[in-house]
């Protein structure tokens, strides 16, 4: 081997730099089937794109996330119904705090957590039944935080995004469930 060859060998490392990350999914999830003739989903969100925020820089932002529920869990089954539902997302942001680090000698050989990611997933579903009037509106809010480390490689930072993610799509889930039994029974098929 010459001298370039061996020294590209050298620089080959096995550990990835950032990998595929996974699918939220929800296919798993039985449909709530809604006697509605559509379902529209309307990101009310608008985000900033810069620090604070960092939903940006997320392989699979809140928004996403809460649109992919929607397309997976909700389904319209009744084209003639008079009535329609909405689901508009109020609030899908991620803030990024930095966390203070040991100062001093002992700063230097501690890895310690020096970001927090604070998640919100915030949405409205309405249901409008145009010829009798009818309407109800429910309200969800999820919110779930994460820690990294300092020395997190990149394919671990997105790891601990994705898991959080989908812990805060979980508790949005489970509340949706609850809050439709209860408020929109009246259109559940």
Wanted: some cysteine; overall charge neutral.
């Amino acid at each position: 081997m010459t001298g370039a060859a061996l020294a590209l060998c050298a620089c080959a490392t096995d550990t990835p730099i950032a990998g595929p990350v996974p699918d939220l999914g929800f296919q798993h999830l039985s449909p709530i089937n809604l006697a509605v003739s559509k379902i529209v989903v309307t990101n009310a969100y608008q985000s900033p794109l810069k620090a604070p925020n960092a939903e940006h820089r997320f392989p699979t932002p809140p928004a996403a996330a809460i649109t992919t529920w929607t397309n997976a869990r909700l389904k319209a089954v009744d084209s003639s119904a008079p009535a329609m539902a909405t689901l508009t997302i109020e609030d899908a942001s991620v803030i990024e705090n930095k966390l203070q680090k040991t100062k001093g000698f002992k700063g230097l050989f501690t890895y310690e957590p020096t970001e927090r990611y604070d998640a919100t997933a915030i949405a409205r579903l309405e249901v409008n039944e145009s010829r009798q009037g009818a309407r109800a509106t429910i309200r969800v809010e999820a919110r779930r935080s994460v820690e990294v480390s300092e020395n997190a490689t990149l394919a671990e930072r997105e790891k601990a995004w994705f898991e959080m993610i989908e812990a805060l799509m979980g508790d949005f889930n489970d509340q949706m469930n609850q809050q439709i039994d209860r408020y929109l029974a009246r259109w559940i098929r």
